[in-house]
């Protein structure tokens, strides 16, 4: 998971003007969707943030990093109670889910607070301030028939299958956020992404907690779904964030070989190698089982795999750390991200002895970013010379930005185009790869 830049959207109705910001991942962005659609549907429109009467704030509550951008983005957003038209300041999301009674107590100049259930509802806070969102599920489930308003690219959108997560990982704070998982049904999701392709989506995120577990809540499958979805006549591409190793099976590892919609892209986040960490991680896998699922997720056809890894776990030796750098080396993925371990109140790992010292952490993050920037850059100079299928997503300074199938939004590079011609915007082109740096492709409409 990340924290993104900014999300703005503004929204006026008679004289109550809003603003909304959003935080953090891309689950996070489908929740503010929801949140404009619903404010759009009852009559309001966009204005600036210091025109606004009323500012919303989502949180992302994750990790350290994301609390503290939480916190000073509301502390900034705050002065417009001093300077401007806001007359009312609502902070929603996870942080909210998490520390509800600290803010309450510590920041009495916010006016409203709601969690991570029914966020598409939240308009009803405006009217009732007195409403407390601990009535409300955690995590946000919605239909195809919510209203919801695209804060993505018109031709690129994320569509989330899944709320929560039932895994008991040690670091991670999210089950208490958002919940166990809850899945929506496969019909849901196809007439969702039915309607987005009419609309002119052409690309489809698919983002979960935890994807490889899709269905099992409700007596269905990962595969059963994919199969469902692949048959979608008006989308071009499906791509799938987040799946992780316990769940990868046989005939998923088929399903994404064959000829369909499905983008031979994985995101898997594995956190480490060592089996010791693994086992204090608690991630139900461990070294060998990890290599095994690797190496049968290659024999999928022009594989692109990204993951993400943890630095300076709670007694993580120096041994243990350079055995994960080995294995980034000999496996060499295509994207990988990673961050330091965060010490997060209410999970396992916080109570674990031998916490690591901060300077430590920036050490190894740093160490192993270097790492995958060699690999990353290595990977994208093989691509030179050769010709790939890419979205035309806008013009940028005075060029078109492109992302090739293996470019997800967001979390990996973009390709910059040689050429200037607005009607491409949102097509599906073939480019030739003429350049590269370590994260980003030049290339060449065909």
């Known amino acids: 998971m990340h924290v993104n830049s900014p999300v703005n959207l503004i929204m006026n109705k008679k004289n109550n003007k809003i603003s909304l910001v959003t935080l953090g991942c891309s689950k996070n962005l489908v929740d503010s969707e929801l949140i404009s659609g619903r404010l759009k549907k009852k009559g309001y429109n966009l204005v600036p943030e210091d025109e606004a009467d009323v500012i919303i704030l989502n949180t992302c509550g994750f990790i350290g990093d994301a609390k503290k951008e939480s916190i000073s983005t509301a502390l900034e957003l705050l002065e417009y109670k001093k300077s401007g038209n806001c007359k009312q300041f609502i902070l929603t999301g996870c ?4 520390y509800s009674e600290q803010l309450k107590q510590e920041m009495p100049e916010i006016d409203g607070f709601w969690g991570t259930g029914n966020l598409h509802k939240i308009d009803e806070l405006l009217d009732s301030p007195g409403i407390d969102f601990k009535n409300n599920p955690q995590g946000t489930l919605y239909d195809p028939d919510s209203p919801r308003e695209l804060l993505t690219s018109s031709h690129s959108a994320y569509v989330k299958v899944s709320e929560g997560c039932s895994r008991t990982c040690t670091f991670c704070i999210i ?3 958002r919940g166990l998982m809850k899945s929506r049904p496969i019909d849901s999701i196809k007439k969702e992404i039915e309607q987005l392709g009419g609309k002119g989506v052409r690309e489809i995120n698919l983002i979960a907690q935890d994807m490889t577990s899709y269905g099992r809540d409700i007596g269905t499958s990962l595969e059963k779904m994919l199969r469902e979805l692949s048959d979608i006549d008006n989308i071009d ?3 799938l964030h987040y799946l ?3 769940g990868v099976t046989d005939s998923l590892i088929e ?3 064959g000829d369909n919609k499905i983008l031979p892209y994985i995101d898997m986040p594995l956190q480490h190698i060592n089996d010791r960490i693994l086992k204090l991680m608690d991630r ?3 070294r060998q089982k990890t ?5 049968r997720l290659r ?8 993951s993400t890894f943890i630095v300076g776990f709670p007694g993580e030796t120096e041994n243990e750390f350079e055995e994960l750098l080995e294995f980034i080396d000999e496996f060499k993925f295509d994207r990988a991200g990673a961050f330091k371990y965060s010490q997060e109140e209410g999970t396992g790992a916080a109570l674990l002895e031998e916490q690591i010292e901060e300077d430590i952490k920036e050490i190894r993050l740093e160490n192993l970013m270097e790492l995958q920037s060699d690999i990353s850059y290595q990977k994208n100079v093989n691509l030179i010379g050769t010709t790939q299928k890419a979205i035309v997503d806008n013009l940028e300074d005075g060029k078109l930005v492109a992302r090739l199938s293996s470019q997800a939004p967001e979390v990996d590079g973009i390709t910059y185009l040689d050429i200037i011609d607005e009607s491409l915007v949102g097509k599906i082109v073939d480019i030739e790869i003429t350049g590269c740096d370590i994260y980003n492709l030049h290339g060449t409409v065909i």
Request: avoid cysteine; charge should be positive.
């Open 175 to 177: 089950p208490k956020m």
């Open 291 to 295: 290599i095994d699922i690797i190496e």
């Open 95 to 98: 942080l909210v889910e998490r």
């Open 299 to 306: 024999t999928i056809p022009d594989l692109t795999l990204r």
């Open 237 to 239: 591409w499906l791509r």
């Open 255 to 257: 399903l994404m070989s």
């Open 284 to 286: 139900k896998t461990n």
């Open 244 to 246: 992780y190793p316990w």
